[in-house]
């Protein structure tokens, strides 16, 4: 016999029915209206008011609909993280670099936001992407002057914030400072207090503002010693090989060196390669420091002397700034990162005769 029941509609025991706004304000006892505005931290509620509509949400379980809320307010509920640095800079083969690091930390910032976080790898020709990207906001690290990222998001009125102050001193962009400048300092003191004379500076190409402030630093601190200035730049795309052959034409030119300075950390790892093939001890005949302490510098062959930036904290900061800017806080700009600390490895202690 044909059974010509109709289906119920009724939501299974499987599938629960989803809770709305509607139950949070009869729980509470409040209108649609507070609910909304407590819920997403909106107009006039009373304090105790907005604790309880919170603490009733909590208890009943209840999620926001993004989808319709997104609809609704037309936000994308998500943030990007952009680096103008090639990945065989900022990533490597480990695909754990700077950049990677800075994400993980920046993920989870945005996730008690309420945000999502999309990572955009350095891509040439990524301009299509840019134009497509569906974000509140953007997070871009150490950018290079008049970087076309930055400029185009501008262009489509999405905020930005930089890990790393700007080269460009007319570019008013919101910024986290890593004080770049320390960092060189450090890192230079320390090779003098080791006995480094000859003191060789090797830096990216690009115009950064860390690579600026570095060179600024060295060449303040060689005047101040009475030492002579080495400098020789390498192009990012490179990697680790363009560290490698800058090495090699750098002791050629100036066999003499006992110290390398080397804030790229893929330079500073290519640059142990070239000692190694010049048949140059590291640290006895050749100190080498670098500025990212990451895991380039921990597995070198030996451990790489680095700065610790602490970029947890940087990264914190960051999406802190970022938000206050999407919502309509702009009254910062520059925000000053933690103080940047040297960890001393073996790259940079050499063994004293006895």
């Given amino acids: 016999m044909k059974d010509n029941k109709k289906p119920s509609l009724q939501p299974s025991a499987s599938a629960p029915r989803r809770l709305t706004i509607k139950d949070v304000a009869h729980a509470a006892g409040v209108s649609l209206t507070t609910v909304s505005h407590a819920l997403n931290d909106r107009g006039y509620v009373d304090p105790d008011t907005r604790a309880k509509v919170k603490r009733v949400a909590k208890e009943l379980g209840y999620r926001p609909n993004l989808r319709a809320q997104r609809l609704r307010t037309g936000k994308a509920n998500s943030i990007a993280l952009l680096s103008s640095m090639p990945f065989a800079v900022a990533g490597g083969s480990s695909r754990l ?27 040439e020709g990524s301009r299509q992407l840019l134009n497509e990207l569906d974000v509140d906001g953007a997070l871009v690290v150490e950018p290079i002057a008049r970087d076309p990222q930055i400029l185009r998001l501008q262009e489509r009125g999405i905020t930005v914030v930089s890990i790393g102050a700007l080269a460009d001193k007319d570019l008013l962009i919101p910024h986290v400072d890593l004080q770049s400048g320390l960092a060189g300092q450090l890192l230079l003191d320390h090779l003098f207090s080791q006995g480094a004379r000859r003191i060789a500076l090797l830096i990216g190409s690009e115009q950064r503002h860390s690579y600026i402030e570095m060179e600024r630093v060295y060449s303040s601190f060689v005047r101040e010693h009475g030492l002579r200035g080495l400098v020789i730049k390498a192009d990012e795309t490179g990697g680790e090989e363009a560290g490698r052959v800058a090495c090699r034409q750098l002791f050629t030119d100036e066999p003499g060196i006992d110290a390398l300075c080397v ?43 680095a700065v610790n930036l602490h970029l947890e904290h940087v990264s914190s900061l960051a999406v802190d700034l970022l938000f206050q800017h999407i919502c309509g806080d702009t009254r910062c700009n520059a925000v000053l990162g933690p103080a940047p600390t040297l960890q001393i490895r073996e790259s940079s202690t050499p063994r004293r005769s006895e």
Avoid: C
């Fill in 97 to 123: 670099g700077f950049m990677m690091e800075i994400a993980a930390i920046a993920a989870e910032a945005a996730l008690q936001q309420g945000q999502a976080l999309i990572l955009v790898p350095h891509l």
């Fill in 263 to 305: 804030p790229v950390d893929a330079f500073a790892t290519g640059a142990i390669k070239a000692l190694t093939e010049l048949g140059r001890k590291v640290p006895d005949d050749v100190m080498v420091v670098t500025r990212y302490d990451g895991l380039r510098a921990r597995n070198s062959k030996p451990p790489l002397t």
